[in-house]
């Protein structure tokens, strides 16, 4: 089995940068193999995508709401993955996933993602 663990989350403020990671075991000699992902959850929404890792040539994509501000990003030797978080407003607020699977090509939709972390929590504040 794989398992994620996510951390870095915390409060912060308008205009702030945050940086959390999710770190991959179980299968890490093959982590170059695995698509990576975050997406995140607010209160009383659904679980919507932020970023995702695609696996052998690292193709990133993001969502609309954060492109620009929000960067994903891979160590391969940590088995590692990174999601740098800047300029954070208030609708940014949320609970963050991180999500792996094998293979598979680029895809946003949560049920396309087999492996996920317990999540972390991010809340900014104005």
């Known amino acids: 089995q794989v398992q994620l663990v996510e951390s870095g989350g915390g409060m912060v403020q308008t205009g702030d940068s945050l940086t959390l990671s999710c770190t991959v075991s179980?299968?890490?000699?093959?982590?170059?193999?695995?698509?990576l992902a975050w997406f995140r959850q607010a209160p009383g929404k659904e679980r919507e995508f932020v970023a995702g890792s695609q696996w052998g040539d690292g193709h990133t994509w993001y969502a609309d709401s954060v492109k620009g501000r929000f960067s994903i990003d891979r160590d391969a030797a940590k088995s590692t993955v990174y999601l740098q978080m800047n300029n954070l407003n208030v609708e940014d607020t949320a609970t963050y996933y991180c999500?792996?699977?094998?293979?598979?090509?680029?895809?946003?939709?949560?049920?396309?993602?087999?492996?996920w972390g317990q999540g972390t929590q991010v809340t900014v504040s104005s």
């Open positions: 999500a792996a699977r094998m293979g598979g090509t680029s895809t946003s939709t949560p049920n396309h993602w087999r492996y």
């Open positions: 179980g299968r890490a000699p093959y982590f170059s193999r695995y698509g």
